[in-house]
């Protein structure tokens, strides 16, 4: 029995659509995803390490910046199906324009984040934390804000290279903007060499910084004169009404989608906040945790969602199927493993964000994160197949299912369960955190469904290609052309 499985194995590893071609498509995307989620862990870390009220903070007020941007970096981000499926036809001559209109999508997000910058104290003295920790939440939001659009437009031009397969430089970029965000971190934050101590404002800076980095590099990578030649990286430019007209058309209702979701889990956190601040910090500490193995998750998520479109843009249906599965095998084997170490070794993460904290302060905290990492461990695994059906179906432009089933379980299956929970029924945060892992289970298994049921192998986001017509090809067919 062993030796059939390991054939099997072997047989998936070599054939086209197998663990082999996935990973070559997913590492680099790993390890990018995975510098963000460290990045996120360290940030969060140093936080901890400064204060209590600094890490109660930044998790609120960062989550609820990244929701709104979400919408833009959904939309946006949606060239990499785009390119793709260009890409799988040999269509080049589109990826460019494509391209350029993921950044306009980007600019107007950015101009829209700016626009909601001045409400940052009316928004957060509406949410009612605590007064020590809704100062630091309006200093965070604010720069975030101010600063958003770098990172909206970094995510689409990321789509050029991860939509025709070429995933190196992203994972170079943000190699690269990770380490320079973490160096910001640590001198903006304590006030080192030479720079004043900031708190919680220079981490915002810092994040801001390392965005604009990313851009710079992206141009630079892009103004390459056979990008141009052959894709028309700088030459397509211009504003392309039709195109920009359908990217906003399959791209919206996944930026929508992503918001929603993010939406979901910022009310839940800061209904969480209005139990205490140790329960609010430990929920933080929880979920950058969870970062950490999560992360990984979503750049297998967007090799498969390449990997469909090329396939659909192929006309190769089955051959996107296969390698769906092959990529949901390594995330589920990948995620069973640190799942079983989130319950056997909880200690390994939560020492971390104990090691320079206050003790007597940390301690509360530190017991309540080490049961919520169990629920962690739990919702992890389905959350595995959220991220895989979800981003298949994606990849085909099934965008609009992904938006209604989010809205549906986000608003029906989290936010109102929590809210009676918390502030009507004044339950615990270990009964907020059954719901959570209720509706992540709820989520996964319904993309599951959707993605069994094939509807996705007929749909296509890009237009048809044009049809030329032979030299020699008569106004009306004769009789030699006939069957």
Not at 13 to 22: C, D, F, I, L, S
Not at 47 to 68: H, K, Q, R, V
Not at 198 to 210: C, D, P, Q
Not at 264 to 290: H, K, M, P, Q, V
Request: net charge positive; with cysteine; aromatic share 14%.
């Amino acid at each position: 029995m062993s030796l059939t499985i390991l054939h099997r194995v072997y047989s998936r590893w070599r054939a086209p659509g197998g663990y082999r071609e996935v990973l070559f498509m997913a590492i680099p995307l790993i390890l990018s995803t995975g510098a963000w989620s460290v990045l996120h862990f360290v940030d969060r870390m140093f936080l901890t390490w400064y204060s209590p009220e600094a890490i109660a903070a930044a998790m609120p007020a960062g989550i609820l910046n990244f929701t709104i941007m979400s919408l833009f970096i959904g939309t946006a981000g949606y060239v990499n199906t785009f390119v793709a499926q260009y890409h799988g036809s040999e269509r080049f001559e589109r990826i460019g324009p494509s391209l350029w209109q993921g950044v306009y999508i980007s600019l107007m997000g950015g101009l829209v984040l700016i626009l909601i910058a001045p409400f940052s104290s009316s928004i957060f003295h509406f949410i009612g934390h605590a007064p020590a920790v809704s100062e630091q939440e309006i200093i965070y939001f604010r720069i975030l804000c101010l600063g958003a659009a770098p990172p909206i437009i970094a995510s689409a031009l990321a789509g050029f290279f991860s939509g025709r397969g070429e995933s190196w430089p992203i994972m170079w970029v943000n190699t690269l903007a990770t380490l320079l965000n973490i160096a910001l971190d640590y001198a903006f934050i304590f006030g080192r060499w030479g720079f004043p101590e900031m708190g919680i404002k220079g981490a915002a800076l810092a994040t801001v910084l390392s965005g604009c980095f990313s851009v710079l590099l992206y141009l630079a990578l892009l103004s390459r004169r056979s990008y141009n030649r052959i894709y028309h990286t700088i030459s397509g430019w211009f504003f392309d009404r039709e195109l920009f007209t359908r990217m906003l058309r399959f791209g919206l209702p996944n930026g929508v989608q992503f918001m929603l979701d993010m939406a979901g889990f910022t009310i839940f956190i800061l209904l969480i906040g209005r139990l205490g601040t140790s329960e609010l910090a430990a929920t933080n500490i929880a979920f950058n945790i969870n970062t950490l193995a999560f992360m990984p998750m979503i750049g297998f998520g967007i090799a498969i969602s390449v990997l469909v479109g090329r396939n659909l843009g192929e006309n190769n249906p089955g051959l996107a199927g296969y390698s769906v599965w092959s990529g949901f095998q390594l995330t589920l084997v990948y995620m069973g493993l640190v799942s079983l170490s989130y319950v056997f070794f909880p200690e390994i993460y939560i020492s971390a964000f104990a090691a320079r904290a206050d003790p007597e302060s940390f301690k509360p905290i530190r017991d309540i994160a080490l049961v919520l990492l169990r629920f962690v461990a739990l919702f992890s695994i389905f959350d595995t197949m959220n991220i895989i059906f979800a981003s298949a179906i994606k990849g085909a432009g099934d965008t609009r299912f992904v938006m209604f089933m989010i809205v549906s379980l986000a608003v029906g299956g989290l936010v109102i369960p929590s809210y009676i929970a918390i502030i009507v029924l004044k339950m615990n945060i270990y009964s907020a955190w059954i719901i959570v892992t209720i509706y992540i289970i709820l989520l996964g298994s319904c993309f599951l469904l959707r993605f069994l049921g094939g509807k996705w192998k007929s749909m296509r986001v890009i237009e048809e290609a044009p049809h030329s017509m032979p030299p020699n090809y008569p106004a009306a067919p004769g009789t030699e052309f006939d069957a």
